[in-house]
């Protein structure tokens, strides 16, 4: 991730996470509360690295709410969106490509 270039005039990018990948958005005690594990949250550096480079992550407020997961337990960088299929929705209406990974 070291080498991403991003060049905000040229393009906007919102990674939408949601379900079983909403983990990766949280602080390193509510991720190692959720896996049963005490290293940390090992996605937490990537996320960090992307919103410097101009990246909205975002995570839905449902998974969160499903999850039993709090504003606390979410990394400070992560926008809370009111769920990930409006905001995919509202993205794409705004002209946005939507690529699912």
């Known amino acids: 991730y070291d ?3 991003i060049v905000q005039d040229d ?4 990674a939408v996470f949601h379900d079983s990948a909403g983990y990766w958005m949280l602080t390193d ?14 996605n937490k550096n990537i996320i960090e690295a ?7 992550i975002e995570l839905c ?3 969160m709410k499903s999850r039993g997961w709090s504003d606390e337990d979410i990394l400070p ?10 905001r995919i ?3 794409q209406l705004r002209g946005y490509a939507y690529i699912r990974f």
């Open 3 to 5: 080498s991403l270039t």
């Open 11 to 14: 393009r906007s990018i919102h």
């Open 29 to 42: 005690k509510s991720y190692d509360k959720f896996k049963g594990t005490q290293v940390g949250n090992p």
């Open 50 to 56: 992307l919103v410097k480079r101009g990246v909205s």
């Open 61 to 63: 407020a449902q998974t």
């Open 77 to 86: 960088e992560v926008k809370i969106v009111v769920g990930a299929y409006p």
């Open 89 to 91: 929705i509202d993205l």
